[in-house]
């Protein structure tokens, strides 16, 4: 398979092992409800660190991944920060923010994505799927990374979203009017999409003339262009005329032509003389429709009504068109995340976003569970500033509900300008006085403006209401200091038992830990993690150092003894400072117990 190159490919390639674990913090100030790490979460943090710790507790669990990166247009100001081995790369940190004169944007580009793709892959469930938006600046690598990634089996589909509502008259060459959204499942064999709903025009093709008792019913067309062994003969209407597919083919055999004649499914017309047609129920058909990869702003919004929608929280800036003081953040409108998520996820699905900007797929999962009553849940990582004034707070208000004062308007006209519209000023110029004469009384006033060779004709009016919360609890993170080797061994900065037994098991098997099934460690230190595929898993352990180097935190053949007769049936693995029985004398004992020492150090024991 072909492979995507780019400078420094070499250094991150397995540059997301090297990144350090840092515990996550909970703050309480700053969350709604009860502060948990299996609920909803918002981290505030660099999102490969996030990542990174978030992997011992949901590596292998989440359903749907939606990304919202930097598209690298060269004008968005973001920095390359990853503190990765190589000299090149650490020169690229003293050249932030990557600009649209920087040569190398697009190597930094991938260098940024690629350990972050590497993590996010590894949260995925079998069943799970992924969706990215972009732009043409760095679709094209995007596809390839992922095919590397992924495996280019797993790709499903590339989609288009339209991103305008009106062209770009003052377009150097054409009229941007698109995103797309990059769709790959982790494995294509078992992820199925969700069928939407389907909409009220699909339902009206529908009818009942001849009065059917099976229901509405549309006609479908009984030829085809492909050939077929047994679609050429001629068929007798109910008036005596005379059909034959002419130069295409019968879709049934002339047998099940009239087996389906004689269950009334074969529409002949009004005057029962027309070209047999199947008469295809209303009852029978799919329930749902299939996704397509074209997406409409009538069906997922634009970029504007992600404007409103941030402006209705007051968290938008019309006047100077920021988000929070902030120009390079480009929301994306709820009704598109709606959509990923009604293709991607259940019911109960584990949704991350770690590109989580102004909190839009919060909003979103929040907003289905209240619809029905779902338990979705939501993992949201952002590294800016704002995660706690703009991510969390937009959170803070869909649940509490909010008070808006401020503007409301309604588009009453909108027509893109031509110069015969130009020529025909005074007939246009009439059609905006009658809409005023019309409206005027429903607004506070009409305001008229020209922007990108469009005309909108808006109605003003300020208003004041409440807007109902949609309920729900979430939990404020930040990240915690790395867990380093040097201060562990002095003791200097011991994790908890939790963190570090998260860490351990997802190191030693590659899974996500349980918290409901891990105990508190004993008076011993004792303490169990939980089952994986392989083994039960223990850790010995105090944030201690005195007891870190104490006798008591030895494997010993008693407690071995003991913990594999409380949970017989497989192997068990126990990480510990140190131990006083051989792997020979277990083994010999037949005692299904292997020895782990913390990966990082051995603590001196103290033998006595």
């Known amino acids: ?37 299996d609920g909803n979460l918002i981290i505030h943090g660099d999102n490969l660190h996030a990542l990174k710790s978030l992997l011992p507790l949901y590596a292998g669990k989440v359903d749907c991944i939606f990304i919202d990166p930097p598209y690298n247009t060269g004008n968005e100001g973001w920095c390359y920060n990853d503190n990765v081995n190589s000299p090149m790369m650490q020169a690229w940190l003293k050249e932030n923010p990557v600009g649209i004169e920087d040569g190398l944007r697009h190597d930094k580009w991938c260098a940024m994505m690629w350990p972050r793709l590497r993590l996010l892959h590894e949260f995925l469930a079998e069943t799970g799927s992924f969706w990215m938006t972009l732009d043409d600046n760095e679709i094209h690598r995007a596809r390839g990374m992922l095919d590397e990634i992924f495996g280019e089996q797993n790709f499903i589909a590339c989609c288009i979203w339209q991103k305008n509502y009106a062209p770009k008259n003052t377009a150097k060459y054409f009229s941007e009017d698109h995103d797309y959204l990059l769709v790959l499942a982790k494995n294509k064999t078992l992820w199925r999409p969700r069928m939407l709903e389907r909409t009220a025009e699909m339902e009206a093709r529908y009818e ?15 030829t085809a262009r492909n050939p077929y062994s047994k679609g050429k003969y001629t068929v007798t209407g109910p008036t005596g005329k005379r059909f034959d597919s002419g130069t295409r083919y019968w879709r049934q055999s002339y047998e099940n032509f009239l087996k389906l004649d004689q269950e009334n499914r074969i529409w002949w017309g009004a005057e029962r003389s027309n070209m047999p047609q199947q008469k295809r129920f209303l009852s029978e058909v799919q329930q ?21 929608e941030l402006l209705q929280m007051h968290l938008f800036d019309p006047q100077n068109d920021m988000v929070e003081g902030d120009s390079t953040i480009t929301p994306k ?29 919060a909003h979103v999962v929040l907003a289905a569970n209240r619809k029905d009553g779902g338990d979705r849940k939501f993992i949201l990582v952002e590294c800016e500033d704002y995660a706690d004034r703009l991510t969390a707070e937009r959170v803070r208000r869909v649940i509490n509900g909010y008070a808006y004062t401020g503007t409301q308007r309604e588009t009453l006209l909108e027509k893109n300008l031509t110069f015969t519209d130009l020529k025909k000023a005074d007939k246009l110029l009439n059609q905006i006085a009658g809409i005023e004469n019309l409206e005027a009384h429903c607004f506070d006033k009409i305001e008229k403006k020209v922007k990108d060779g469009v005309l909108t004709v808006e109605g003003v009016k300020a208003i004041k209401e409440k807007t109902e919360g949609l309920r729900g609890a979430f939990t404020y993170c930040t990240l915690g200091d790395a867990v380093d080797m040097d201060k562990l061994l002095t003791g200097e900065a011991l994790p908890s038992f939790a963190q570090l037994g998260a860490l351990l098991f997802h190191t030693a098997t590659n899974e996500a830990i ?32 005195t007891f870190l180097q104490s006798r008591e935190a030895a494997l ?32 010999a004992e037949r005692i299904p117990v292997e020895f782990a020492p913390l990966p990082w150090a051995l603590y001196r024991v103290e033998r006595g």
Not at 333 to 360: C, K, M
Not at 526 to 538: I, T
Not at 577 to 586: C, G, M, R
Request: aromatic share 8%; proline share 9%; charged share 25%.
């Open 556 to 587: 010993t053949l008693a407690k071995a003894r003991a913990l594999a007769e409380a949970k017989p049936g497989k192997r068990h693995l126990v990480f510990a400072p140190a131990k006083f029985v051989s792997q020979k004398l277990l083994d």
């Open 514 to 545: 349980n918290p409901a099934k891990a105990t508190e460690p004993d008076t011993h230190g004792l303490g169990y993690l939980g089952e994986s595929s392989a083994f039960h898993v223990w850790l010995i352990y105090q944030p201690d150092l």
């Open 288 to 308: 749902g429709r299939v996704p397509q990869t074209l997406w409409f702003y009538t069906d997922v919004g634009h970029t504007q009504d992600a404007k409103k």
């Open 1 to 37: 398979m072909p492979e995507l190159s780019f400078k420094g490919k070499e250094f991150v390639y397995n540059h997301h092992l090297a990144v350090p674990h840092r515990p996550l913090v909970p703050d309480a100030a700053k969350s709604i409800g009860e502060a948990r790490l």
């Open 333 to 361: 409108p709820s009704s598109l995340i709606e959509r990923v998520l009604e293709i991607g996820a259940g019911n109960d699905a584990l949704v991350l976003d770690s590109f989580a900007g102004s909190g839009t797929t």
């Open 208 to 222: 009942n003339p001849d009065n059917d008792p099976r229901g509405p019913w549309k006609p479908s067309d009984l």
